[in-house]
């Protein structure tokens, strides 16, 4: 039986380079960051995969290369960090003409445009499937970077984005029915919250992570990096518009796709309790629920009070795909 994604993350733990001697934050977050003359350089990688992680029949070229941009983004802002430039590693099989190629770029290129950063750089190789590993640097001030370790009891839990759609439109398609073009809209070209991210960071956000594996699982990373427990109220959640009726079509719980379907990209973060609604106003977000003592556990607060265990709710490579 293959082991999980997380738990070969960790057993690969020993080999990767501690806190210190510059490396401000090592494994474990969603990015490391590195000073480099004083200033804090924020690193993130993210490799997508054709068949895995995108389908040429769902996204054109230009969609894809968008979000090979946007997810590493997407880690950066979750640091409280600004994307700076990027660098690439294309893997091209032999059927895929120049002109894809170049649509590939193109679509990074808006990407880069959208978020001020600029590709640099990279390689190519040839290969059987078509992947893009895309690496981002980014600009943070050190004392400033936020780790997913810094949540406490009585904090509260903010989202900016929302949750849902592109695991709605994936469950469509395997159903054999047309995706809601809204819906798969967010999984093809995923909004990155650099400027949420970044003022966060600014109002004393003490945790930070960024929807990519589902809320559930996200949310407990926080927890275990921060030896918390937390408590989301169901109904607080921002549901992307048309995932309700493509659960009710699907005869699914729309709370599947909203806290285990992933590939959101919004920005989960614990804020002092006290501030907690002004901070949300402040960067579009929707207070969710909040921080209490540990052991490390979350939970789903349901409408009728009853409650759901949100371990094991969100996307693992390692793990059969969800009917």
């Not at 210190?20 to 200033?39: F, K, S, T, W, Y």
Request: glycine share 14%; net charge negative.
């Amino acid at each position: 039986m293959t082991e999980r994604e997380f738990d070969l993350i960790r057993r690969l733990a020993p080999f990767l380079a501690q806190d210190g001697d510059g490396l401000i934050v090592g494994h474990g977050d969603d990015a490391a960051v590195v000073e480099v003359g004083g200033r804090g350089v924020c690193i993130a990688v993210d490799v997508l995969v054709e068949g895995v992680h995108f389908r040429r029949d769902l996204s054109s070229l230009g969609d894809v290369g968008w979000k090979a941009v946007a997810v590493n983004v997407s880690d950066i802002a979750a640091m409280g960090a600004a994307p700076t430039v990027a660098v690439v590693g294309l893997c091209r099989p032999s059927d895929v003409p120049a002109a894809d190629v170049e649509a590939l770029y193109a679509g990074m290129d808006e990407a880069c445009r959208r978020w001020g950063l600029r590709l640099v750089g990279g390689d190519t190789v040839a290969a059987d499937a078509l992947a893009l590993s895309v690496t981002v640097l980014g600009d943070v001030d050190v004392a400033r970077a936020v780790r997913r370790s810094g949540a406490s009891p009585g904090e509260r839990l903010l989202v900016v984005g929302t949750l849902g759609g592109p695991a709605a439109a994936l469950a469509q398609d395997r159903k054999g029915l047309q995706p809601d073009e809204l819906l798969l809209a967010l999984h093809r070209r995923p909004e990155a919250h650099v400027e949420a991210g970044g003022r966060l960071a600014e109002l004393g956000a003490t945790a930070m992570i960024d929807v990519s594996d589902g809320l559930g699982a996200d949310l407990g990373h926080v927890c275990a990096a921060s030896d918390v427990s937390a408590t989301v109220h169901a109904d607080a959640l921002p549901v992307a518009d048309g995932v309700v009726a493509a659960a009710i079509a699907l005869g699914r719980d729309p709370l599947d796709f909203v806290c285990g379907g992933g590939d959101d990209y919004a920005l989960l973060a614990a804020v002092p309790g006290d501030r907690a609604e002004a901070i949300a106003a402040d960067v579009g977000g929707m207070v969710v629920g909040e921080v209490g003592q540990g052991p490390p556990a979350t939970r789903l607060l349901l409408a009728d009070g009853s409650t759901r265990d949100l371990a094991g709710l969100g996307w693992d490579h390692y793990r059969p795909e969800p009917a």
